[in-house]
Nanobody, 120 residues
């Protein structure tokens, strides 16, 4: 019964910034890993950034130095700060959480997606 709610997408000019958030609701006991993915029109979904419970982070090369993933453990929330946005960042962004919940145990859960559009 865990659900992820995403927010923060929108229209922004190139060079601008957005912050995406993804909050888990339900009986979540722990979040082990978090990730942000994106899917552009006609493209395959790709990993943008990932954060594990130990703080290890991986970024796609295309966003390295511009995007930052972070978490708020108390809120079971993951964020993606996106700076210096480029038109090629335009996509639907999805969060994914690997978590432990009651009564399911370990599950992977996807958010509904939030659209980021970067204009020239």
């Amino acid at each position: 019964q865990v659900q992820l709610v995403e927010s923060g997408g929108g229209l922004v000019q190139a060079g601008g910034s957005l912050r995406l958030s993804c909050a888990a609701s339900g009986r979540v006991l722990s979040v082990n890993a978090m990730g942000w993915y994106r899917q552009a029109p006609g493209k395959q979904r790709e990993l943008v950034a990932a954060l594990n419970s130990g703080g290890r982070i991986n970024y796609a090369e295309s966003v390295k130095g511009r995007f930052t993933i972070s978490r708020d453990n108390a809120k079971n929330t993951v964020y993606l700060q996106m700076n210096s946005l480029k038109p090629e960042d335009t996509a639907v962004y999805y969060c994914n959480l690997d978590l432990y919940a009651v009564p399911t145990g370990y599950v992977g859960v996807w958010g509904q997606g939030t659209l980021v559009t970067v204009s020239s």
